[in-house]
């Protein structure tokens, strides 16, 4: 099939360079003429395991391309919209404009039996918004929402674990059967395919990540309990989690959740909510969100109290600066958050990662940076561990870095080291709702 993707951004360039991939002709479009270019070359604008070496094959094959001209998805009979929703300027509702900008930039090259199929994350009613000016043409409109996980993201759009597409109104049965062609790999290996309403496919997204992010403050309000009364919230984590209506998966306790999704996601939610009058029905996930930044915090109080209260020219590494590993996304970094607090009370902090320093750099330049984790740890009071990359939680020797250091104090901000190897090894060790 012949394909646009508007947009190519994080979404827009893995969907592309997939789905060029499964045998398509997929043509990019993009406002940023340089990150056109390095595209085109072969180079992702950003961090993904696995994109890189997808993207140059698909380019060396002719079946994909990009360009700033959105004039060329009139070649396309199927277009994805994979524009950016970042909060709106000074509030937590969605700021569509980008999708509403496409869309009237599109409109022009749709021809009738042309399928619109928006994967932004949008709130509901969006859809139904945008239907009446790209039926006008002809084409139909479908809402296909995404489900990626950074760092996994070419296996979730190769092999994704459901497929939903809303559709309604004259020419939703062909969108659905256009659908199924594009996703026809997917289907063959069993994949599900849920057709919706736009409404159900467009709340989705959202619904998912703010269960997601329930659960994870479930577990870090269970975490504050704990640290109260000498719990382990590792091992409740785990008998819960043996419980098949639970499950152990996003039970993990420590300074919480962050990135360009989870903490954007559930505040738009919640903002959306309120528009539509029923503030009380997600009134919970303010909550959620508020557990979430506490436990940052509560990383920062635990450094400060074995350091005896005063941390002013103590040297502070932080292990990480991506918001998870696999990904150089510093969005709402919790890791990045905790480097800053500390250096506000007068800590030296510095700060290492395998990929997202120059993020880091570009957004909290104050702060000190090392390549290497050795350079971070050499002559440090204390080690915070906030991103579980496996340099940090499987490789980092604790005698190696003990070597290093200028005293034997590490804040597991994950809970993913072994607190006995680290202890046995000499060190102070402090989880997060461990005892």
């Keep these: 099939m012949r394909l646009s993707v508007i947009g190519c951004g994080y979404l827009g360039a893995v969907h592309a360079a997939a789905m060029a991939s499964l045998g398509h002709e997929v043509v990019g479009v993009d406002t940023d003429g340089k990150k056109v270019d390095r595209l085109a070359a072969g180079k992702a604008p950003f961090f993904e395991p696995g994109l890189d070496e997808l993207l140059a094959d698909a380019v ?13 998805a009139a070649q ?82 190769v092999e994704p674990d459901r497929i939903v597409v809303g559709v309604s109104g004259p020419g939703a049965d062909a969108a659905v059967e256009v659908m199924r062609e594009v996703y026809r790999s997917a289907l063959s290996r069993g994949c599900p395919l849920l057709v919706t309403d736009w409404p159900t496919a467009e709340l989705v997204k959202v619904a998912a990540n703010a269960f997601l992010a329930t659960k994870i403050s479930f577990i870090n309000a269970m975490a504050e309990i704990a640290e109260v009364v000498g719990a382990d919230v590792t091992q409740l984590a785990d008998a819960l989690g043996h419980d098949d209506r639970i499950g152990r998966r996003f039970l993990g306790a420590g300074i919480g959740f962050g990135g360009g999704c989870l903490p954007k996601d559930i505040r738009a939610f919640a903002a959306r909510a309120e528009e539509l009058g029923r503030t009380e029905s997600v009134a919970f996930l303010r909550e959620v969100d508020a557990i979430n930044l506490r436990r940052r915090q509560r990383a920062v109080d635990l450094v400060v109290d074995a350091l ?20 150089d996304d510093v969005r709402d970094s919790p890791g990045l958050a905790v480097a800053v607090m500390l250096r506000g009370l007068g800590a030296e902090v510095v700060v290492t990662d395998p990929a997202a320093l120059e993020n880091a750099r570009r957004i909290h330049p104050q702060l000190e940076y090392a390549t290497a984790a050795e350079d971070a740890l050499a002559g440090a009071s204390a080690v915070v561990l906030v991103t579980e990359w496996d340099q940090y939680r499987r490789e980092l020797s604790p005698s190696d870095a003990g070597a290093l250091v200028a005293r034997r104090l590490i804040v597991d901000g994950r809970n993913c080291l072994d607190a006995q190897v680290w202890r046995d090894a000499g060190w102070e060790y402090h989880g997060m709702g461990r005892r």
Aim: hydrophobic content about 50%; overall charge negative; aromatic content about 6%.
């Design 308 to 327: 005896g209260g005063d941390l002013v020219g103590r040297r502070v590494a932080v292990l990480g600066a991506a918001f998870k590993p696999h990904s």
């Design 60 to 72: 060396a094959s002719g079946r994909l391309r990009f360009t700033t001209d959105i004039a060329e």
């Design 76 to 157: 396309a009979s199927l277009h994805f919209l994979a524009v950016g929703t970042p909060p709106s300027e000074g509030a937590d509702a969605a700021d569509v404009s980008f999708v509403d900008a496409a869309v009237a930039a599109l409109v022009p090259h749709l021809k009738p039996g042309d399928v619109v199929a928006g994967k932004s994350t949008v709130p509901v009613g969006t859809a139904a918004r945008l239907a009446p000016q790209i039926e006008a043409t002809g084409a139909a409109l479908v809402w296909n929402p995404e489900f990626l996980r950074e760092g996994w993201a070419v296996n979730d759009t």
